[in-house]
Every structure is written in structure tokens, then in C-alpha cells.
């Protein structure tokens, strides 16, 4: 068989131990075995182990569980809640103030756990019961709750982005920096439509808000204002060089705690326990899936489908932003199946290459693929954040938060264009910040 028969057939399997419900570290790792029996016989075996191993041998993974650990004590006390209020009283005289505070929240909230599902948890626990009974429609109250969760893993810190710099070996403080601008982009374009989107309603939304003080507004603002000095700082020892991610990230996750046990007076021993224990968890499954496809690469890799593949594109006589339009439709597509985790270490390190031969940055392109994968979180079969709303919802049928998602996937493919139209909005803070560099 060609590299490519072997690259296809490998495709076919997967998606069929997918299909059957088998996780995503177990298939991989399932099927790359698999491969190299039949292509290389039992002797190729013997470095599974260290393959396998190799994966996870990089101190720059230490920072995925800090920072994992950094949005579980935020999730698991009231920081959200206040987040949310925070917000709410200083934005409920503008039309659709309730809706643009929940966006706010989530935004914040992303920067502090990196996590889509958690944020679509936290901040639609109570953005939805309360927009709801202010009397905004459920469409709009699911879908932006749905749409601002997938902020996540834009906005710095974001475990997705810390992955395609291992996956690429690319400077993740690099990677933390093109982030910001595209994501308070992202997050505008979100609040333009919704503001939008409640004026057609003709919603009088000055008169659903309540009014709030100045004194109100301001004694919410010392319970939040730490936490935004945490992401602050994490940004500043980054881009400054101060510190590496993983000590960043330790350093973040140790003071949120402080914070959280101190500022909630959370003594007891069973919420830290079960900080712990949601950390371990997810932090783990992520690790497995780091490692297994380690060994994926490199059966593709020794079975020359990865070389084959990229030489394949390389030779397709088209236009580089032809090119790069084929290179979204595949992630968007691959992004309807898969967890962003899983779509960056499979595809970033047969993309890269092609990238850097068609002229493209490589941190631009990582902020393109990172709203490609926000894209996946909001559509079916997969569309995480549309079941996490549905379970917080179960009242809010399916159907009502997809079409209220929607509208939301629009704003992400036009932030797409945008940046391929003006790339130096991924590219500009990274190079003022730290200078020119791949």
C-alpha cells in the first residue's frame, strides 16, 4: 500500500473506534499499535513504551494541570457569581446590558479557567435563570451563554494554546500574547450582534434592568479585582520573560487558591478535595490524550503519511489563500467531531509545515485554528457547550440553543476574514512585546 492508501485506511478506523463511543487517547492509541504491527511486525512494539513516554517529557506540560487547577477553584466557589454581578450592575442601563454581562463574565471567567465547558457552566448557572426571568428570549439567553463559553480557548490563558505549542514547538507566551487582541475582538463582535439582536426583538431592555448605585456598583469590585490582577500578571511575567509558563502557571493556580480559601472563606476540607479531584481528572485525560498521539505522529510519521500528505498539498497549484481556505474547511470539519485538544495534536504538526512554506505566520495560523475549533463547540454531532447549556437548561430544548448559537458562528467565520484581511491583529502585540521571532 502507498502512504497515502495507509494514511486513508488509518482515517477510516479511527473514525470508526470514534464512532463507537471509545476515548479519544484509547483509539489513537488503538489504532497506531495497530498500524505498526501490520507495517513493521513486532519488533516496531518494543518503543511504544518510550514513545508513549516521550510524549509527556516536557516540563512545559506541567503548566496544563496548574492552570486546570486555576479554573477549578474558580468554578468551584462563588468567583463567578461575582464576576457576573460585578458586571451586570455596571452594564444594566445599556440595551441588552444583561446579555452583555453574561459575554463579560464569560470572557473573564475564560481567562481565568481556559476552559469552554467550565465557563458555559459557571456563568450559565446564573445568567440564564436570570435573564430568563427578566424576560429575554430563551434563544437569546442559551446561545450567547453557549457562544461566550467558547471563548475559553482564545483568550488567554488557554490550555488549547499551551497544546499547539508543544504540539509545534512554538514560544507559548508568544502564543498567550496573539491571543488577546483577536479574543476582545471575538468578545465585540459577540456583544455588537447581541445588542443587535435584542433591538430587533424590541426588547425595552433599560426598563427589564434594575438600578444600582454608585456605592453598589463599587463594593462588588474588591472581591473581583484580585482575580484580574492574577491574569494580569500571568500576561506580564510571560511577555516580560520573567517567568516560564509552567512557573506562571504555578504561581497563578497557587494564589487563586490563597484567594478563593481566603476571600469565600472556603476552610472546609471537602471543596479543595474536590478542586483536586476535577483537576486530576481532566488533567489526566488531557495527558493521555497528549501522549497517545505522540505515538500517533509517529506512526504517521514512519509510515511516511505525514511526508507524503504535505507534499501531496505542497505540489497543488493554487493561490495560498486558496490554500488556506481548504486548510479552514478541513479544521472546521474536523472541529464538528473532535475536541479541539485532540484536532491540534493530530493535524498542527502535518499543518505547520505547509504553513511556513505558503508564507503564513505561524501564530496567526494558531489563532485561525483556535475559532475554527470555538466553531466546533457550538455545532453538532460534538458541540460541547450546547450540551453543557442543555444539562444546565434541560427545559431549553436542543434545537433553541443551536439557533440561538448560531448567529454567534457567523460572528466567528467573520473574525476569521478579518484576520486574514489584517493579520497584524494576531501578529502586532506579540512582535511590540517580544520582538520579532518565530
Known amino acids: 500500500m502507498s502512504p497515502l492508501e495507509i494514511g486513508l485506511a488509518i482515517l477510516v478506523v479511527l473514525l470508526a473506534l470514534f464512532a463507537t463511543g471509545m476515548p479519544i487517547a484509547f483509539a489513537l492509541g488503538a489504532v497506531s499499535a495497530g498500524t505498526l504491527l501490520m507495517t513493521s511486525g513486532v519488533s516496531s512494539l518494543d518503543i511504544l513504551g518510550e514513545t508513549f513516554f516521550a ?23 462563588p468567583a463567578g457569581t461575582d464576576l457576573y454581578e460585578a458586571l451586570d450592575r455596571w452594564l444594566n442601563r445599556v440595551p441588552g446590558g444583561l446579555v452583555l454581562s453574561n459575554l463579560g463574565a464569560c470572557s473573564i471567567f475564560a481567562a481565568l479557567s481556559g ?3 467550565a465557563t458555559c457552566a459557571a456563568i450559565g448557572k446564573m ?13 437569546i439567553a442559551a446561545g450567547s451563554i453557549a457562544a461566550g463559553g467558547t471563548l475559553g480557548i482564545l483568550i488567554p490563558p488557554s490550555i488549547t494554546m499551551i497544546v499547539y505549542g508543544i504540539a509545534t514547538e512554538t514560544s507559548i507566551g508568544r ?13 465585540g463582535l459577540f456583544m455588537a450582534w447581541t445588542i443587535y439582536s435584542c433591538w430587533r426583538s424590541g426588547l ?16 462588588v469590585l474588591p472581591r473581583v479585582f484580585p482575580f484580574l490582577m492574577i491574569i494580569a500578571g500571568i500576561l506580564y511575567v510571560l511577555y516580560g520573560g520573567v517567568a516560564t509558563p509552567s512557573e506562571a502557571a504555578g504561581v497563578g493556580a497557587l494564589f487563586c487558591l490563597v484567594l478563593v480559601v481566603l476571600i469565600y472563606r472556603m476552610f472546609r476540607l471537602k471543596p479543595i478535595v474536590t478542586m483536586f479531584r476535577d483537576t486530576a481528572r481532566e488533567s489526566v485525560m488531557i ?14 510519521s514512519s509510515t511516511f503519511v505525514t511526508q507524503s500528505i504535505a507534499e501531496w498539498i505542497s505540489t497543488l497549484e493554487v493561490n495560498r489563500w486558496v490554500l488556506m481556505g481548504l486548510i479552514n474547511l ?27 512554506q505558503a508564507g503564513f505566520d505561524p501564530y496567526w495560523f494558531a489563532v485561525i485554528l483556535t475559532i475554527n475549533m470555538e466553531i466546533g463547540l457550538i455545532t453538532p454531532p460534538v458541540g460541547l457547550n450546547l450540551y453543557v447549556i442543555n444539562g444546565i437548561a434541560p427545559d431549553i430544548p436542543l434545537q433553541t440553543v443551536l439557533r440561538g448559537s448560531m448567529p454567534y458562528v457567523l460572528c466567528m467565520v467573520l473574525a476569521i476574514v478579518i484576520l486574514c484581511l489584517v493579520p497584524g491583529i494576531a501578529t502586532w502585540l506579540p512582535t511590540a512585546l517580544m520582538g520579532p521571532g518565530i
Open 55 to 77: 510524549g509527556l517529557n516536557s516540563f512545559a506540560l506541567v503548566s496544563i494541570p496548574m492552570f486546570v487547577l486555576m479554573g477549578a477553584a474558580v468554578a468551584s466557589s
Open 115 to 117: 476552559s469552554s465547558p
Open 127 to 139: 445568567g440564564i435563570p436570570e435573564m430568563r426571568q427578566r424576560g429575554y428570549p430563551s434563544e
Open 175 to 187: 502564543l498567550f500574547i496573539a491571543g488577546i487582541l483577536p479574543g476582545l475582538m471575538l468578545t
Open 204 to 219: 425595552s431592555l433599560t426598563e427589564l434592568s434594575q438600578r444600582y448605585s454608585w456605592k453598589q456598583k463599587f463594593e
Open 287 to 300: 495527558m493521555m490524550i497528549i501522549a497517545a498521539s505522540e505515538l500517533f505522529a509517529f506512526t504517521l
Open 330 to 356: 478541513f479544521l472546521l470539519v474536523a472541529g464538528f467531531f473532535l475536541p479541539p485538544v485532540a484536532v491540534i495534536l493530530m493535524t498542527a504538526p502535518i499543518l505547520l509545515p505547509i504553513i511556513l
